[in-house]
């Protein structure tokens, strides 16, 4: 029985203003209508598998919760206290796994590790090269998977075998990503297969190499996740032990470094979706080579991704571009430097700028809240509530608020009284009182909320109670 392991961390900078720090693009419906991370458990039915183990950033941990809720999905979800790259959060999952087997006894088979942002067109493809790579682990083998290359890609590391047509063979070694011409010269070998980053592989085997190959990375992940806590549904390893564990992927760790690696050559139409290029060669597009998303008119355009989130975006008379709005940002760019849009987040970044980190549209998990207009001492907000949901019992030292309900119900906390609130009813909460929100119907709740103050930030919260356990201030 596989136990599938999901990497879901990452930033996804290449791919702004549609994914954020806050809302990486493992989270985000890009092709489909659910997210990529659903995708990827999606693509498991069909395999025998135990449940999932999720490892994620703690700052992402009620979007994976959410969207396994959503999913069906029962996992395991480990937090990484921060990123230290593929190895130690591989490691996490495989001292989860052992924690599993002591727990009651079973044995879990074979760790598969997916990235939680991939594209695969042919899944049946993907569940058939799982299944050619069994009998290798299981003889304790350390398994990749390869992608048969369609052109000579300068953005991806390569996997050098005897023959990408042989399927299931020795791994002959890893090699960094290429020049043009060094790439051309791979796909005309015929032994080379892109680097998926997708493994297959026995958790203690790992451990076992990690310890050989990085004993004090091993130690460090072993600490960690010996010291850990639970919390809720999550799984917390601690994080002053992590912090002493050293950045580095597996290939370097551990795969570079084994004797008995083998590769699986997949052809599944795979995609790690890694920019705005990567999304338009695999979407569906119109005659014009066009793929038109949103509130969106194009005319005497040619080969352009065009996307709306919030107004009308129309294009005239233009040829390979990226044109993404959304409520705070618009991006225009030429497909051909598509992988340079990280250096526009950089820029963000340095000039203290939000828009880089969030979305107009915030994900709590509670529900969202989404700044609809704001100015000097005011500010307007459409708040969500889910059914059953309830926001912490908090307090503000700088501003006061007034709520109006849209739609659904209110149970509103205020000093002393507690009280229903249904639509097109209002409630004014004064500076410094203690107040609390929640929904107590079965459809979301939908409110205004009104801001006054002389100060508006998020980190005007004191949590005096929380039923997710968020930190007293802020978030």
């Given at each position: 029985?596989?136990?599938?392991?999901?990497?879901?961390?990452?930033?996804?900078?290449?791919?702004?203003?549609?994914?954020?720090?806050?809302?990486?693009?493992?989270?985000?419906?890009?092709?489909?209508?659910?997210?990529?991370?659903?995708?990827?458990?999606?693509?498991?039915?069909?395999?025998?598998?135990?449940?999932?183990?999720?490892?994620?950033?703690?700052?992402?941990?009620?979007?994976?919760?959410?969207?396994?809720?959503?999913?069906?999905?029962e996992a395991d979800i480990v937090l990484e206290p921060e990123g230290r790259?593929?190895?130690?959060?591989?490691?996490?999952?495989?001292?989860?796994?052992?924690?599993?087997?002591?727990?009651?006894?079973?044995?879990?088979?074979?760790?598969?590790?997916?990235?939680?942002?991939?594209?695969?067109?042919?899944?049946?493809?993907?569940?058939?090269?799982?299944?050619?790579?069994?009998?290798?682990?299981?003889?304790?083998?350390?398994?990749?998977?390869?992608?048969?290359?369609?052109?000579?890609?300068?953005?991806?590391?390569?996997?050098?075998?005897?023959?990408?047509?042989?399927?299931?063979?020795?791994?002959?070694?890893?090699?960094?990503?290429?020049?043009?011409?060094?790439?051309?010269?791979?796909?005309?070998?015929?032994?080379?297969?892109?680097?998926?980053?997708?493994?297959?592989?026995?958790?203690?085997?790992?451990?076992?190499?990690?310890?050989?190959?990085?004993?004090?990375?091993?130690?460090?992940?072993?600490?960690?996740?010996?010291?850990?806590?639970?919390?809720?549904?999550?799984?917390?390893?601690?994080?002053?032990?992590?912090?002493?564990?050293?950045?580095?992927?597996?290939?370097?760790?551990?795969?570079?470094?084994?004797?008995?690696?083998?590769?699986?050559?997949?052809?599944?139409?795979?995609?790690?979706?890694?920019?705005?290029?990567?999304?338009?060669?695999?979407?569906?597009?119109?005659?014009?080579?066009?793929?038109?998303?949103?509130?969106?008119?194009?005319?005497?355009?040619?080969?352009?991704?065009?996307?709306?989130?919030?107004?009308?975006?129309?294009?005239?008379?233009?040829?390979?571009?990226?044109?993404?709005?959304?409520?705070?940002?618009?991006?225009?760019?030429?497909?051909?430097?598509?992988?340079?849009?990280?250096?526009?987040?950089?820029?963000?970044?340095?000039?203290?700028?939000?828009?880089?980190?969030?979305?107009?549209?915030?994900?709590?998990?509670?529900?969202?809240?989404?700044?609809?207009?704001?100015?000097?001492?005011?500010?307007?907000?459409?708040?969500?509530?889910?059914?059953?949901?309830?926001?912490?019992?908090?307090?503000?030292?700088?501003?006061?608020?007034?709520?109006?309900?849209?739609?659904?119900?209110?149970?509103?906390?205020?000093?002393?009284?507690?009280?229903?609130?249904?639509?097109?009813?209002?409630?004014?909460?004064?500076?410094?009182?203690?107040?609390?929100?929640?929904?107590?119907?079965?459809?979301?709740?939908?409110?205004?909320?009104?801001?006054?103050?002389?100060?508006?930030?998020?980190?005007?919260?004191?949590?005096?109670?929380?039923?997710?356990?968020?930190?007293?201030?802020?978030?």
């Open positions: 029985m596989l136990t599938p392991v999901i990497l879901a961390g990452g930033n996804g900078t290449r791919l702004w203003p549609l994914s954020r720090r806050d809302t990486p693009k493992q989270f985000l419906p890009l092709l489909e209508r659910r997210s990529m991370l659903q995708a990827t458990l999606a693509r498991l039915d069909g395999l025998t598998t135990a449940r999932p183990i999720v490892v994620c950033a703690d700052a992402h941990r009620f979007l994976v919760a959410e969207q396994l809720r959503d999913s069906g999905v790259d593929t190895a130690p959060a591989i490691a996490l999952a495989a001292l989860c796994q052992q924690a599993r087997e002591t727990d009651d006894g079973a044995d879990r088979g074979p760790l598969l590790v997916l990235p939680a942002d991939h594209h695969i067109a042919d899944v049946a493809a993907f569940r058939e090269a799982v299944e050619r790579a069994l009998p290798a682990t299981e003889q304790g083998a350390f398994a990749t998977f390869g992608i048969v290359p369609r052109h000579p890609e300068t953005g991806y590391g390569y996997l050098e075998v005897d023959d990408i047509t042989a399927g299931l063979q020795p791994l002959r070694r890893f090699v960094e990503k290429p020049d043009a011409t060094r790439a051309k010269a791979f796909l005309e070998a015929g032994r080379y297969l892109w680097n998926s980053g997708m493994f297959l592989m026995h958790g203690y085997r790992y451990l076992q190499a990690l310890a050989r190959l990085r004993p004090a990375m091993h130690d460090a992940v072993t600490a960690a996740w010996a010291a850990r806590r639970t919390d809720l549904d999550f799984l917390r390893p601690d994080a002053a032990t992590f912090a002493a564990c050293e950045r580095e992927s597996v290939d370097y760790a551990v795969m570079e470094h084994v004797d008995d690696a083998v590769a699986v050559a997949l052809d599944a139409g795979w995609s790690d979706v890694g920019s705005f290029q990567a999304l338009w060669d695999i979407a569906e597009k119109d005659a014009d080579g066009n793929v038109l998303r949103g509130d969106t008119l194009a005319e005497a355009t040619r080969d352009t991704w065009v996307q709306s989130q919030s107004r009308l975006v129309a294009t005239l008379g233009i040829e390979g571009l990226v044109v993404v709005e959304t409520a705070d940002s618009v991006l225009v760019a030429d497909r051909r430097h598509a992988q340079d849009i990280k250096t526009l987040v950089a820029r963000l970044d340095a000039q203290g700028r939000c828009e880089s980190a969030a979305h107009r549209c915030v994900y709590r998990p509670w529900g969202s809240y989404e700044s609809l207009e704001n100015g000097p001492r005011f500010q307007v907000k459409h708040i969500r509530v889910r059914p059953g949901a309830r926001l912490s019992l908090q307090r503000h030292h700088h501003r006061a608020e007034h709520w109006v309900v849209v739609s659904g119900t209110a149970r509103v906390t205020r000093g002393e009284e507690d009280f229903l609130l249904s639509e097109n009813q209002s409630v004014y909460i004064p500076l410094g009182v203690e107040h609390r929100l929640e929904n107590p119907g079965r459809i979301d709740l939908e409110m205004i909320e009104i801001q006054s103050g002389a100060y508006l930030g998020e980190d005007d919260i004191v949590r005096l109670d929380d039923d997710y356990r968020r930190d007293a201030n802020g978030e």
